[in-house]
């Protein structure tokens, strides 16, 4: 059956959210389309061509004229709990986009009415959704080359030619670790199997950034069987820029994986033996990559009943390692996640 869709947040990113993937979906109807700000609203429905009468300031103004059977929330950060709570009351199963939440208590006060309402609630992490990242878990699950030792992870781009004036990724705050981070601390869960436990991290702006805030940091983790990771981030890196995921080499007992997602060119995973050359990897074929592989996961999800795996209740450690490594910058103290056990 179809499923009957509100989506919440129209802004440049919900925009893009409703023409390029949810419009694609042959197995999604929108209803209803919900702006808190009038000017975007208005602006949305010039751009994506909506009927006025299916418009609405509030989500609660489209569920007392439209019937639905969830909400896709695409709002900006202050706007996720609010909407996905008065989509969980109204008995409605909701996606929502990364990061989660403000904090990890208002994640975990929507995660429990989730569940007290018998409802789907499911975090986009979209990196998720790649080849080269369903190949490496299955080598690192099937153990190919033995348990995973350590990680080390770069991610490198050059966004400092802007305005500063009018640029705004140079004004959010934790431009790095709250902007970008979520993605690749969520890959490493998902690529390791593990929770992290403890992490410790460094920030820095270079003399030259256009940023308010570092863009720039390292951080160590420690995850629960052992693995580190070593992390080092750049949103002002004069290096050979990475795909978005990221340049991953995964030292493990018998060898390395090295591997990248996501990117202008395309993905790889190679391993490399112990006294052997490296070898490419064949990945797998995905039909639904990126955001469109998150939609159908939460279609399917619904469907069957059955807790997607990024949902809510699982992407808590997600949510709690970003705020964990932001703690631990601003401190310069390691952070233990040990009270999420």
Partial sequence: MTLRLIHAGLGGWGSNWAKEIVARNKDVETVAWVEIVPDALRLAQERLDLPEERCFATLEEALAVYEADAVLVTASLPGHIPVTRAALQAGKHVLLEKPFAPTVEEAREVVELAEKNDRI?????NYRYFPAVRKVAELVSSQELGPVTAVNIDFRKYDNTQPRE????YHIPHPLLMDMTIHHFDLMRLVLGQEPRRVVCTTWNPSWS?????PAGAASITFDQGTIVNYRGSWVSTGEPTSWAGSW??????????????GETPESV???RLGEPAENIELPEITATDRHGSLAAFVQAVQTGEEPESSGRRNLYTLALMFATMEAADTGQPVSLDHLR
């Fill in 121 to 125: 609630l499911m975090i986009s992490q």
């Fill in 166 to 169: 009018t640029h705004r990724h």
């Fill in 210 to 214: 256009n940023y308010d805030e570092p």
């Fill in 249 to 262: 080499h995964m030292e493990c007992e018998k060898g390395e994986i090295i591997w990248t997602s996501r």
């Fill in 270 to 272: 190679s391993i490399r």
